[in-house]
Protein backbone atom coordinates (compact mmCIF):
# COMPACT_ATOMS: atom_id res chain seq x y z
CA UNK A 1 0.00 0.00 0.00
CA UNK A 2 1.38 3.33 -0.58
CA UNK A 3 1.46 6.23 1.81
CA UNK A 4 -1.85 7.43 0.86
CA UNK A 5 -3.64 4.51 1.25
CA UNK A 6 -2.66 4.39 4.65
CA UNK A 7 -3.32 7.62 5.83
CA UNK A 8 -6.96 7.55 3.94
CA UNK A 9 -7.18 3.97 6.37
CA UNK A 10 -5.73 5.47 9.45
CA UNK A 11 -8.09 8.48 9.24
CA UNK A 12 -11.23 6.55 8.82
CA UNK A 13 -10.31 4.59 11.66
CA UNK A 14 -9.26 7.15 14.02
CA UNK A 15 -12.30 9.11 13.66
CA UNK A 16 -14.42 5.95 14.66
CA UNK A 17 -12.46 5.56 17.49
CA UNK A 18 -12.94 9.12 18.16
CA UNK A 19 -16.65 8.47 17.64
CA UNK A 20 -15.92 5.47 20.45
CA UNK A 21 -13.66 6.90 22.80
CA UNK A 22 -13.16 10.47 22.35
CA UNK A 23 -10.21 11.10 25.40
CA UNK A 24 -7.16 8.94 23.78
CA UNK A 25 -9.03 9.12 19.70
CA UNK A 26 -8.18 12.48 19.83
CA UNK A 27 -4.32 11.86 19.93
CA UNK A 28 -4.98 9.13 16.84
CA UNK A 29 -6.82 11.29 15.14
CA UNK A 30 -5.00 14.47 15.19
CA UNK A 31 -1.88 12.29 13.90
CA UNK A 32 -3.55 10.69 11.14
CA UNK A 33 -4.72 14.09 10.17
CA UNK A 34 -1.30 15.42 10.46
CA UNK A 35 0.34 12.45 8.22
CA UNK A 36 -2.25 13.06 5.95
CA UNK A 37 -1.62 16.80 5.36
CA UNK A 38 2.01 16.05 5.48
CA UNK A 39 0.94 13.27 2.31
CA UNK A 40 -0.89 15.62 0.46
CA UNK A 41 2.20 18.82 0.61
CA UNK A 42 4.52 15.92 -0.65
CA UNK A 43 6.58 15.99 3.12
CA UNK A 44 9.56 13.88 3.79
CA UNK A 45 8.73 9.86 3.84
CA UNK A 46 10.57 9.37 7.41
CA UNK A 47 8.29 11.92 9.14
CA UNK A 48 5.13 10.94 7.60
CA UNK A 49 6.30 7.44 8.66
CA UNK A 50 6.74 8.75 12.45
CA UNK A 51 3.11 10.33 12.05
CA UNK A 52 1.79 7.25 11.18
CA UNK A 53 3.58 5.00 13.72
CA UNK A 54 2.22 7.65 16.27
CA UNK A 55 -1.27 7.22 14.66
CA UNK A 56 -1.03 3.36 14.76
CA UNK A 57 0.19 3.56 18.65
CA UNK A 58 -2.57 5.92 19.65
CA UNK A 59 -5.26 3.52 17.95
CA UNK A 60 -4.17 0.62 19.78
CA UNK A 61 -3.83 2.08 23.02
CA UNK A 62 -7.63 3.49 22.26
CA UNK A 63 -8.58 0.31 20.82
CA UNK A 64 -7.45 -1.40 24.54
CA UNK A 65 -8.71 1.27 26.61
CA UNK A 66 -12.12 1.06 24.75
CA UNK A 67 -12.50 -2.54 25.09
CA UNK A 68 -11.28 -2.54 28.82
CA UNK A 69 -14.23 0.08 29.93
CA UNK A 70 -16.76 -1.71 27.99
CA UNK A 71 -16.29 -5.37 29.34
CA UNK A 72 -15.85 -3.04 32.96
CA UNK A 73 -19.47 -1.35 32.11
CA UNK A 74 -20.62 -5.14 31.00
CA UNK A 75 -19.79 -6.80 34.37
CA UNK A 76 -20.86 -3.57 36.31
CA UNK A 77 -24.43 -2.89 35.05
CA UNK A 78 -25.48 -6.15 33.68
CA UNK A 79 -23.72 -8.65 35.76
CA UNK A 80 -23.60 -7.09 39.74
CA UNK A 81 -26.85 -6.07 39.24
CA UNK A 82 -28.59 -9.55 38.99
CA UNK A 83 -26.08 -11.06 42.27
Do not use: H
Not at 59 to 72: A, E, H, P
Amino acid sequence: MNLQQVTNVYLLLSIVLFFCFPFTGIFALSYAIRSRNEVRSGGDEDSIAELLDNCYRWITTTVKIFIVVYVLLLVFFMILPNL
